[in-house]
């Protein structure tokens, strides 16, 4: 009979997603604690603004200025708790098996710069100018595209409204996943609450989290192969 003995090398801290999680958190709460106005003086200067770049010197205009950091503090702006809140219970799903296998400061790296790209994208996508994109779901699309890509074999629990009762079952990731993403291309052209929602900004988020997640999964492959001298 052989037994595993179970290692005594403790895994490594996931400090990537809770600080991410408190970050979210605390630049909500305080931003409700302001007056109206400055509150929304505060979505202006720093949420990302749609018909800003479409010229290569709107683009020069915008690195000199720093306006495009926008994209990337938009993240942490949310227009109300529900808004908050959903990406925050995904944020927690995707976040921590994510963050388990290819690290925390890869992890940080995905998320900023995953939601960068996202908000990049809803900005050039969206004609109307001066169109206010604000949350961290192109982040949070990042994450679900970057689970799927680490996690290809995994189920997903989903509750199931059977009549009068609710019934927990699990289904393959790549399922469920895939009815989101394939939603999420629907709505950005016909979806509900359009113009109100970018779309655009979670297929872009999606699409970069899968490469990203391929990449560094090459990348902690080739090294463990060369610790273990392959």
């Known amino acids: 009979m052989f037994i595993a003995i179970p290692s005594r090398q403790k895994p490594p801290l996931r400090w990537a997603t809770p600080l991410l999680f408190a970050a979210l958190w605390l630049c909500f709460t305080w ?4 007056p109206a106005s400055e509150q929304h003086a505060l979505l202006l200067e720093w949420g990302a603004l749609s018909g800003g770049l479409t010229t290569p010197m709107a683009w020069r205009d915008s690195l000199a200025d720093g306006n495009l950091l926008r ?5 942490f702006l ?3 708790w529900a808004h908050l809140l959903g990406n925050l219970v995904f944020l927690l799903i995707f976040g921590l098996p994510a963050e388990r296998a290819m690290g925390p400061w890869r992890f940080v790296l995905l998320f900023l710069l995953g939601g960068a790209v996202a908000n990049l994208a809803a900005v050039l996508a969206i004609s109307t100018p001066d169109r206010l994109i604000i949350g961290a779901s ?3 699309s990042a994450l679900i595209g970057a689970y799927l890509a680490l996690f290809p074999g995994a189920r997903l629990g989903v509750v199931v409204p059977l009549g009068l009762f609710l019934q927990f079952v699990k289904m393959p990731a790549p ?4 009815v989101w ?7 950005t052209y016909i979806g509900p609450a359009f113009g109100a929602v970018a779309w655009s900004a979670h297929v872009a988020g999606f699409a970069f989290g899968g490469a ?3 990449i560094a999964r090459a990348g902690i492959a080739r090294r463990l192969r060369r610790r273990r001298g392959y």
């Open 31 to 34: 931003g409700a604690l302001l």
């Open 71 to 75: 994209l990337v503090s938009a993240l």
């Open 78 to 80: 949310h227009a109300d």
């Open 138 to 140: 192109g982040a949070v």
């Open 175 to 178: 399922l469920l996943i895939g």
């Open 181 to 187: 993403a394939l939603l999420q291309v629907v709505f």
């Open 212 to 214: 990203f997640a391929l």
